[in-house]
């Protein structure tokens, strides 16, 4: 039974420039949430998707976009990089609209230089 | 709005001493409580969770966790540790009975435990 997969493990950007990062959810789960985990600190969520639209977002500007294909599969793509994106991108899958059980995936460390 | 406060952001310990970890929660409505563990290099791991029913859950590991209503406290205990316990543990907290409630996370407790 796959788990949550996240691609790339690491990236490295410049100010800014564009990225996406990737995301399949674990078998048999429809829904998938990102969440930012800066150095020393909890992580906090940035948008949830659900039937490939976006149903709860956090306090993140609009540089911050996501998309989930109808193989519930999603990205999260983050314009104009600042220094300060530089953190650990999770992405968490549950089965449904009662998102009360959330697997996480490995994340995506991005450092933006 | 929702927000989970962690008092202890370092703990350190000897190997066989008991921890606990405290949480407290900000929130008007029913919740239900997580604590996850991420060990260096690994993701982030479920503990443990309360939904309902007892307040006193055990999770994997030996953890256990005691949820105390009247004070929004949902602290994280384990009798004696182990060094493969060297970890950064984060509660967490999650409206119920509602659809596309996202996770609040604490800032974490990095516990460091000595051989």
């Known amino acids: 039974d796959a788990g949550v997969t996240q691609s790339p493990t690491h990236l490295i950007k410049t100010r800014g420039q564009q990225v996406t990062l990737r995301c399949s959810p674990k078998?048999?789960?429809?829904?998938v949430s990102w969440y930012q985990q800066a150095l020393g600190q909890g992580p906090q969520f940035i948008f949830q998707?659900?039937?490939?639209?976006?149903?709860q977002r956090g306090n993140f500007p609009d540089r911050f976009s996501g998309h989930q294909f109808p193989n519930y599969s999603s990205e999260l793509n983050v314009n104009a990089l600042l220094l300060g994106d530089s953190a650990l991108y999770l992405c968490?899958?549950?089965?449904?609209?009662?998102?009360?059980?959330?697997?996480f995936g490995p994340g995506t460390r991005l450092t933006v230089t | 709005a929702q927000s989970v406060s962690q008092h202890n952001h370092h703990v350190i310990l000897s190997e066989a001493a008991s921890l606990e970890l405290g949480c407290n929660y900000s929130y008007g409505g029913t919740v239900n409580l997580f604590w996850y563990v991420q060990y260096p290099g690994q993701h982030l791991q479920l503990l443990l969770k309360?939904?309902?029913?007892?307040?006193l859950v055990k999770g994997i590991k030996g953890f256990e966790a005691e949820f105390i209503k009247s004070k929004f406290s949902f602290n994280l205990r384990k009798p004696s540790v182990q060094w493969s316990d060297t970890a950064e543990y984060f509660c967490a907290v999650i409206s119920s009975g509602r659809s596309f409630q996202k996770l609040v996370f604490g800032t974490g407790t990095r516990l460091l435990v000595s051989p």
């Open positions: 078998s048999g789960h429809d829904t």
């Open positions: 309360y939904f309902s029913g007892d307040p």
């Open positions: 998707y659900y039937e490939e639209e976006e149903r």
């Open positions: 968490a899958s549950s089965k449904g609209q009662r998102t009360y059980e959330q697997y």
